[in-house]
């Protein structure tokens, strides 16, 4: 049996990046304006970053990532859902709270 992890690690698409000091995972929907600023942002500054679009996967899929979104880091689920570090939760777009996060600002 897979864990929710493993099925993260098998639906995220990677984006490669210079900045590679810490290990991002954004929630999106792939219609999302939002989202869409979310991950040009981490383009634009050469973030690695990795992003599943949770409206393109399997409905029982979703619901497991949703699940174990909201017990881990219990912040209410809206898009971008920003993940660093598997500690640090962004969630909505959010530039002055990425920028705070990936200074190491963030504890």
């Known amino acids: 049996m897979m864990t929710t992890e493993e099925l993260i690690d098998n639906l995220a698409v990677s984006v490669d990046g210079d900045k590679t000091d810490r290990e991002i ?9 939002w989202c869409k600023k979310c991950k040009r942002w981490l383009n634009e500054r050469g973030i690695k970053y990795r992003y599943v679009d949770v409206d393109k996967i399997q409905y029982a899929q979703k619901a497991e990532i949703l699940e174990y979104l909201k017990e881990n880091y219990k912040s209410r ?19 002055n709270r990425y920028e705070e996060l990936l200074k190491g600002g963030a504890e």
Do not use: A, W
């Not at 995972?25 to 219609?31: N, P, R």
């Open 25 to 33: 995972t954004v929630f999106t929907l792939s219609t999302c304006m």
């Open 77 to 95: 689920i809206s898009y971008p859902y920003m993940v660093c570090d598997k500690k640090d939760v962004v969630v909505g777009y959010d530039p």
